[in-house]
T-cell receptor, first 112, second 115 residues
């Protein structure tokens, strides 16, 4: 049981480049989320999903797209990276709305 | 509005001191859940406790204890006899219907324990 996995662990992009942060879980959890963590800001919700084919916006969705074609995967896409998107990104999953969220190890993204 | 406030940005203590981390939440839901997570210097997020709104009993787990008070909308976390390994960022989080299905986190409290 790998839990929640994220790739890559580190990434450097130039402004305007696009990329996809990968997230996968093997616990058959319906609920998945993406957060970003910035110094002094805590974890802020970007997008979340309640099941395959269903996604919704969180607190800071601008500049990010998501899709959920399978229960296991929940990729986060940056279409045109900006320096303001420099952050640590965490993916999380849980079995139902009110239970513990399991977090991936995070992806540290730097946009130059 | 759903909100979690951790007013203490940073706390520094010496080993063996007791320390309390404060958490105040806002929600209009009558059913909600509160969580504490620990983020050590290595960066991963570690689940510590989950508490539902119908259970106001305090909980103790080793040196950790939690005080949930609905009257003051608080869910405080106390570490007794702190150790250097307790040094981390601690996050309080809220889960409720109004918050959607993801957790809403406070900004975190950085605890530094020196020897």
């Amino acid at each position: 049981n790998a839990g929640v996995t994220q790739t890559p662990k580190f990434q450097v992009l130039k402004t305007g480049q696009s990329m996809t942060l990968q997230c996968a879980q093997d616990m058959n959890h319906e609920y998945m989320s993406w957060y970003r963590q910035d110094p002094g800001m805590g974890l802020r919700l970007i997008h979340y999903s309640v099941g395959a084919g269903i996604t919704d916006q969180g607190e800071v969705p601008n500049g990010y797209n998501v899709s959920r074609s399978t229960t296991e995967d929940f990729p986060l896409r940056l279409l045109s990276a900006a320096p303001s998107q420099t952050s640590v990104y965490f993916c999380a999953s849980k079995v139902d709305p009110y239970n513990e969220q399991f977090f991936g190890p995070g992806t540290r993204l730097t946009v130059l | 509005a759903q909100k979690v406030t951790q007013a203490q940005t940073e706390i520094s203590v010496v080993e063996k001191e007791d320390v309390t981390l404060d958490c105040v939440y806002e929600t209009r839901d009558t059913t909600y859940y509160l969580f504490w997570y620990k983020q050590p210097p290595s960066g991963e997020l570690v689940f510590l406790i989950r508490r539902n709104s119908f259970d106001e009993q305090n909980e103790i787990s080793g040196r950790y204890s939690w005080n949930f008070q609905k009257s003051t909308s608080s869910f405080n976390f106390t570490i007794t006899a702190s150790q250097v390994v307790d040094s981390a960022v601690y996050f309080c989080a809220l889960g409720s219907n109004q918050a959607g299905t993801a957790l809403i986190f406070g900004k975190g409290t950085t605890l530094s324990v020196s020897s």
